[in-house]
């Protein structure tokens, strides 16, 4: 993979800086210079009758020996010799081959070929180092070149003490080649690093990666390997500068895209709390590839150090992990300190942050009045609610009034309990305009919630106010992050579900008061007794559900997690032990069971059907105050009274002479009882893999067996 340096923009080197080529060196080797032939102790080159066009081979073997050592000497520094050429392939700089006259000494001839490697290898780190030094090519590269030219001062210093020696006749061929070796085996080892980087246009982290395997590999060669490492830890210093800034002040610092963090831009804050599937805790900050393998283990800790470092800076809460010399991130060497300082830094910023939203922004508190409004923990506002918004709440969708609602809401906040919650003014009130059914369809992480969508789970033909009404939160920064939109749908998913249940409550609860005015009106022998059993089965079966979904699945649920945040040491964790909090909650809450949440749906529609149709009919048969009455407690004993004072005879004969109140009654049984058997299967077999279905089974078959 092609890990070199991003598109970013970087200064462009000038051109004059490889067009004149007495600013780079290499003049050296684009200009065949004159033998440096100097006196020496034993012999002068003026001694002999040397002319550049006479074939080396036309003296003798002692000459010959010096007059390669002069050319030698010159490869060694990337120079032509008189007779040792060059022979470069045109349009690839990094290829070349070192050529010897032919009529030169064989012995001679294999003695000069063994020094040769060394010369290429020092051609192309020469290379590398000048165009790696170029602005595009990254710190990294510019630290490595950096480390390769302080390398190659001691080569020509080496190469400057041979000269040396040669001047003063010390200097043999098998000299030169014995001095040479110490330096072979690093050059080499060099050179092939250098042509890997450069085949592959390496950059960065790549680099890095690069060095420190090359170095494993040459386990063997201890001189070899400590170069390498050396020259790796001389190349992580630039990255490791990076690093620093960002575990230490959550800043990227990364002029050429080198580093394993990449910061999304686009992704704002603000997405937390408008779109549903916001990325922005999870993509605003993201690894990339190429890890450097000394961070591989630690990355994501690296990436979340600097990410919580971010959150307090957007807080306007100025935070800087504490710097010491200790801690100072300069080698990655077998110690280890490095990881230690991470690991310093993540504690230290996690706990800053966690502490920031739990005392400062007030975390518990928030969700907390989160559960007394959207999880229906204090039900007084609610009951209030309902009374006064009753006639808003009945209408179609196109004709209720959002802002109605939403100041109903606010005085039912006002004149109860809840008024002395801090937080009741970020409540507000929102219709949705679908189903609840069909709302969960939104939940597309999740397969089951994308199976509710895809079945033909149905839209009721009339939606009202009641199966559409939902309440909303005005969550800010920072505690948008764990209260996201998307938490916050999973709130109004199990709200609307609990509401709809608690206005069955009420209307199966004004039918059964209507039942309770008739008892003394001797009804035996007519359908009203049988409608009072069926009303209190569907009371019964109703409250089971309610009692299942707050006793058994909200209560228990929310004191697990609270627990658990107590105890948190990041908001990681805190973010995880939530999302559990309400993935568990909405399943077991039947919410992503749609096979149940169909059959159950199914129930209440029948519930409401019939608390609707028997009040009218008990009313239409009997002659007792409407239904709006019969709602209103106050007025309950007073009914009593008047169907009391009337006469019973009268009555029943009203009751018998409507044989349709009879009929319409046992068709509610029975469909109600078709439905109420159906679901207890379901919830036997389902209650195997959900075992806390088992309780809620228990309770509905046991509505079942009393019918």
């Known amino acids: 993979m092609d890990t070199s340096s991003s598109t970013l923009s970087s200064p462009s080197t000038p051109p004059w800086n490889s067009d004149r080529p007495f600013l780079t060196g290499r003049f050296h080797q684009e200009v065949k210079t004159a ?68 009529s030169m000494d064989l012995a001679i001839q294999e003695l000069a070929k063994r020094i040769f490697p060394l010369c290429e290898s020092f051609m192309l780190i020469n290379r590398f180092v000048e165009s790696r030094s170029q602005f595009k090519n990254g710190l990294v590269n510019h630290a490595f070149a950096a480390a390769l030219r302080a390398l190659l001062l001691d080569y ?117 709390t408008q779109d549903y599937d916001a990325k922005y805790w999870r993509q605003r900050y993201s690894l990339k590839d190429g890890i450097p393998s000394f961070l591989a283990n630690t990355a994501g800790t690296i990436l979340t150090t600097g990410k919580y470092l971010n959150v307090m800076r ?53 969700l907390r009045s989160i559960k007394h409004y959207l999880l229906l923990d204090q039900g007084d506002f609610l009951v209030h609610f309902m009374d006064i918004a009753k006639d808003e709440l009945t209408k179609k969708l196109d004709e209720i009034s959002v802002e109605k609602l939403q100041s109903l809401l606010d005085l039912a906040l006002r004149t109860t309990a809840a008024a002395a919650d801090p937080c009741h003014e970020d409540l507000t009130c929102c219709v949705e305009t679908c189903s609840l059914l069909q709302r969960l369809g939104t939940l597309k992480d999740d397969e089951n919630s994308r199976n509710t969508h895809d079945n ?160 009218w009919l008990i009313t239409s048969s009997i002659d007792i105050p409407s239904i709006e009455e019969s709602f209103d407690n106050s007025k309950v004993t007073e009914n009593s009274k008047q169907l009391k004072s009337r006469s019973p005879s009268r009555a029943l004969k009203l009751s018998s002479s409507n044989t349709s109140v009879t009929e319409a009654i046992l068709n509610f049984e029975r469909e109600f009882n078709t439905e109420l058997q159906s679901l207890g299967p379901i919830l036997s077999s389902s209650s195997q893999a959900e075992p806390h279905l088992t309780h809620l089974a228990q309770w509905i078959l046991g509505v079942g067996n009393e019918q």
């Open 35 to 102: 033998s440096r032939f100097a006196e020496t102790k034993s012999h002068s080159v003026d001694s002999f009758s040397l002319g550049s066009d006479n074939p080396i081979g036309c003296y003798n073997a002692a000459v010959q020996e010096l007059i390669l050592i002069d050319d030698l000497l010159s490869a060694l520094v990337g120079i032509e010799g008189r007779y040792i050429s060059i022979k470069r392939v045109r349009g690839m700089e990094d290829d070349f081959t070192f050529q010897m006259d032919a």
């Open 456 to 615: 033909d789970l149905g839209e009721p033909v009339n939606v009202t106010g009641l199966e559409t009404l939902s309440l909303s939160y005005k969550v800010r920064w920072p505690l948008s992050i764990v209260i996201s939109k998307k938490a916050l749908t999973k709130y109004q998913l199990i709200f609307r579900f609990l509401f709809h249940c608690k206005h069955v409550d009420r209307q199966l609860c004004g039918a059964w008061q209507v039942h309770q005015g008739v008892r003394s009106l001797k009804m035996r022998g007519t359908a009203i007794p049988r409608s009072s059993l069926l009303c209190r089965s569907m009371l019964k079966f109703i409250n089971s559900l309610l009692h299942y979904l707050t006793f058994e699945v909200l209560e228990p649920n929310w004191h697990v997690m609270h627990n658990r945040l107590q105890s948190a040491k990041s908001i990681d964790e805190v973010i995880q032990h939530h999302d559990f909090f309400l993935d568990k909650c909405l399943r077991e809450c039947l919410l992503l069971l749609p096979e149940l949440l169909k059959k159950v749906e199914k129930l209440k529609s029948l519930c409401v059907q019939y608390a609707a149709a028997t009040q």
């Open 314 to 366: 957007e807080c306007g809460h100025s935070v800087q992990v504490p710097v010491s010399e200790n801690s100072k991130l300069m080698s990655f060497g077998t110690n280890h300190h490095y990881l230690e300082c991470i690991k310093s830094a993540y504690d230290f910023a996690s706990g800053e942050l966690l502490n920031l939203i739990k005392e400062k922004y007030d975390l518990m508190g928030k």
């Open 156 to 272: 020509h210093a080496m190469v400057a003490q041979l000269e040396h020696q040669f001047r003063l006749g010390r200097l043999s061929l098998q000299g030169l080649w014995f001095y040479c070796q110490p330096m072979m085996g690093s050059m080499q080892a060099l050179s092939s690093v250098i042509q890997k980087a450069s085949a592959n246009n390496y950059a960065g982290s790549a680099v890095l990666n690069l060095l420190q395997s090359q170095a494993k590999a040459m386990a063997g060669d201890n001189a070899v390997r400590s170069l390498l490492e050396k020259m790796a830890q001389c190349a992580s210093n630039a990255y490791l500068s990076i690093l620093e800034r960002w575990v230490y002040e959550g800043v990227i610092d990364d002029p050429y895209g080198e580093f394993f963090i990449a910061e999304n831009k686009t992704l704002q804050k603000e997405s937390l």
